[in-house]
């Protein structure tokens, strides 16, 4: 942990130096960190409670070799402005770029060194710090952080770089108490491998990204047992494919109205591969989630969000490819799908479920059960300790679709009473109630570049407006 007097020193005023207290250290954190230090007499403090992530977060810190990126390295770089940085680093390591989908341990290696070659570079004008916040408030035209070991940073600004909130426990779930050896609630938190024999049963719920992600660590740890992936529509990722024309992109919403939406993709897909059509609305997705009103939000995340998911968020060929070896060999099988009720006996678990379309109920039976239903953002239902409190004093408060936080245009909080905060701020997939698009690398680092040059007046100096 890195406290120190200089923490408490007294500072400039804000406008000739800022000083920003970044809270996690993820992609977002840490390259909104790295935008921010481009600009003079800035000053940041990274702050991470897992030392594991610091600088690579959730995503990239895994060391699994089968954990791949699922978008090509040639649009991974993690500078908006710099779209090949990422594939010279490559180039430096002597690995290929054209194409390639790397591990995401290697893009986190990536990650750490840049960190560590702006701790190089600009000094103590870059803190990395080795705690929890619990509380951030504002006084006085600053902010005021309190962390788990009970000390205080004060800075000028203070952005919220959490990440997404875990899973939340399905229904059946919920109330049934389930011994942890038998039930994994977060795989991102626990090693679910862990005490599992090699030929038990495994139930995972959910059949998305996360999903893919656990069955596959599961085989790398061996695991040569069934399992199962039961999701209400059993909907997996698709594939990417190589070899595609060149995109051309859409620089207007092609219909009004979802339905419309719909059938125009159905329509230019039968002229081109479906996936150059969903990647051609890519550049007009935010503009499209802005002008949508609250019902047609709600209406797309009711019924469009988990088709949306398996076309858009898709799986690099090697992965795919072994999924599919999964499946052929029988090892795995996708189910459609409800759990109705689990209960714990003496050799596991007991699951019945209702298949999709079908009153009937079936039985499964698992040594272990790991929830994959993916990342979450309703901070109301968040045990998460700084969600907790600053929802409590009112500092912050759900979207209207309850999928992070509510922010103004500019990245501003809005709390309890629907005011935009003047000094605290949020970046990253929690903002994704406000711009949606906002969940991968090629989004965040636009959405941190353009906050950096916010939050130190770069504009106004270099006489363009944002
Ligand atoms: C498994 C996975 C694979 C992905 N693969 C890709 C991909 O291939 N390509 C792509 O473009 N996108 C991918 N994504 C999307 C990914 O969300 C973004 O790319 C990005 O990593 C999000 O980073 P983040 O910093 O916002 O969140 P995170 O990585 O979750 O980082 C948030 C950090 O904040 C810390 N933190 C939270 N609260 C506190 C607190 N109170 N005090 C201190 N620290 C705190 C957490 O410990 C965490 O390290 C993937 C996502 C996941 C989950």
């Keep these: 942990m890195i406290i120190d007097s200089q923490l408490h020193a007294p500072r400039p005023r804000f406008r000739t130096a800022t000083r920003v207290a970044i809270v996690g250290a993820g992609f977002s954190g840490t390259m909104l960190a790295l935008n921010l230090l481009e600009q003079p007499h800035v000053e940041v403090l990274l702050i991470e409670r897992d030392r594991h992530r610091m600088g690579a977060g959730v995503a990239y810190s895994s060391s699994e ?87 205080l940073i004060e800075a000028d600004r203070a952005v919220l770089a959490i990440g997404n909130l875990p899973p939340h426990d399905p229904p059946a779930v919920a109330g049934a108490h389930l011994p942890a050896r038998l039930y994994v609630g977060d795989p991102w938190a626990t090693p679910f491998e862990e005490g599992l024999a090699r030929d038990a049963a495994v139930l995972v719920i959910g059949t998305g990204l996360t999903a893919v992600d656990v069955i596959l660590r599961l085989v790398a740890y061996g695991f040569a047992g069934p399992i199962v992936a039961l999701s209400r529509r059993g909907l997996r990722p698709h594939r990417h494919v190589d070899g595609l024309p060149r995109l051309k992109p859409i620089l207007a919403k092609p219909a009004p109205e979802l339905s419309e939406l719909v059938r125009w993709a159905r329509r230019a897909a039968r002229d081109t591969d479906w996936r150059q059509v969903v990647d051609s609305l890519r550049p007009i997705t935010q503009m499209m989630w802005a002008s949508a009103d609250a019902g047609k939000r709600a209406r797309f995340l009711r019924h469009l969000r988990p088709f949306w998911d398996v076309h858009r968020h898709r799986l690099a060929p090697p992965v795919a490819d072994r999924i599919d070896a999964l499946v052929a060999s029988g090892q795995l099988r996708f189910r459609a799908g409800k759990i109705a009720k689990v209960s714990a006996g003496r050799d596991g678990l007991v699951i019945d479920w209702r298949p999709r379309g079908t009153g009937r109920v079936e039985t499964l039976h698992a040594a272990r059960m790991i929830n994959c239903t993916g990342p979450q953002g309703d901070l109301l239902r968040s045990s998460d300790p700084l969600v907790r409190r600053m929802l409590a004093a009112r500092r912050i408060r759900p979207d209207a679709l309850r999928l992070g936080l509510d922010i103004d245009r500019d990245g501003h909080v809005i709390d309890g009473e629907g005011r ?35 939050l130190v007046n770069a504009h106004w100096v270099a006489g363009e407006g944002l």
Excluded at 72 to 93: E, I, K, Q, T, Y
Excluded at 427 to 454: F, K, Y
């Design 65 to 151: 070799s089968s954990h791949l990126l699922n978008v090509r390295a040639g649009n991974m770089s993690a500078f908006a402005d710099r779209p090949d940085h990422f594939c010279d680093w490559l180039a430096a390591h002597g690995l290929g770029c054209d194409g390639a989908f790397v591990t995401r341990a290697t893009y986190g290696r990536y990650l750490r060194e840049a960190l560590a070659a702006a701790m190089e570079r600009y000094g103590r004008r870059l803190k990395l710090v080795d705690d929890e916040v619990l509380d951030i408030e504002e006084r006085g035209g600053r902010v005021t952080l309190g962390l788990v070991n009970g000390g």
């Design 420 to 454: 935009a905060s003047e000094h605290i701020l949020a970046i990253g997939p929690m903002t994704r109630g406000d711009l949606w698009e906002v969940v991968a690398v090629p989004d965040i680092r636009v959405q941190v570049s353009a906050l950096a040059r916010r």
